[in-house]
C-alpha cells in the first residue's frame, strides 16, 4: 500500500506560476514510477508528467514540454511538478499517481491522491 498526498494547488492568473507537491508513504520502496495526471470538468484524465524514482528519468505530455518540471527528492520520498506560464487551459484538478511501471494511461496506475485543484484565471 502506497498513500499519495498532494499540496500546492491554488488560483493564479495566466502567465503565472504554481508548485505542486506529493508526499509518499507506506510501501514506497515498490514504487518505481510517480508523476500527475489532470481532469477538467467534463473531460477524461489526461497524462501530464512522470519521473522514474531510481533513475529519475522524466516523460512529459506534449502540452505541457517546456513549461512544466517534474523533480523528485528521493530523501522526502516527494516529487514536486513546477508549472510555469500557466494558461487557463491547464486549469483541472490535478493528481499524484505512483505504480511499479510507466505509463501514459490511467488505468495503469495502483495508487492516485485525492487531488489538488488549479485554476488559472484569464
Known amino acids: 500500500q502506497v498513500q499519495l498526498v498532494e499540496s500546492g494547488g491554488g488560483l493564479v492568473q495566466a502567465g503565472g506560476s504554481l508548485r505542486l507537491s506529493c508526499a509518499a508513504s507506506?510501501?514506497?520502496?515498490?514504487?518505481?514510477?510517480m508523476g500527475w495526471f489532470r481532469q477538467a470538468p467534463g473531460k477524461d484524465r489526461e497524462f501530464v508528467a512522470v519521473?522514474?524514482?531510481?533513475?529519475?528519468?522524466?516523460y512529459y505530455a506534449d502540452s505541457v514540454k517546456g513549461r512544466f518540471t517534474i523533480s523528485r527528492d528521493n530523501a522526502k520520498n516527494t516529487v514536486y511538478l513546477q508549472m510555469n506560464s500557466l494558461k487557463p487551459e491547464d486549469t483541472a484538478v490535478y493528481y499524484c499517481?505512483?505504480?511499479?511501471?510507466?505509463?501514459?494511461?490511467?488505468?495503469?496506475?495502483?495508487?492516485w491522491g485525492q487531488g489538488t485543484q488549479v485554476t488559472v484565471s484569464s
Open positions: 499517481v505512483s505504480d511499479r511501471t510507466y505509463g501514459t494511461e490511467s488505468y495503469e496506475y495502483d495508487y
Open positions: 507506506g510501501r514506497t520502496f515498490s514504487t518505481y514510477v
Open positions: 519521473i522514474t524514482w531510481s533513475g529519475g528519468n522524466t
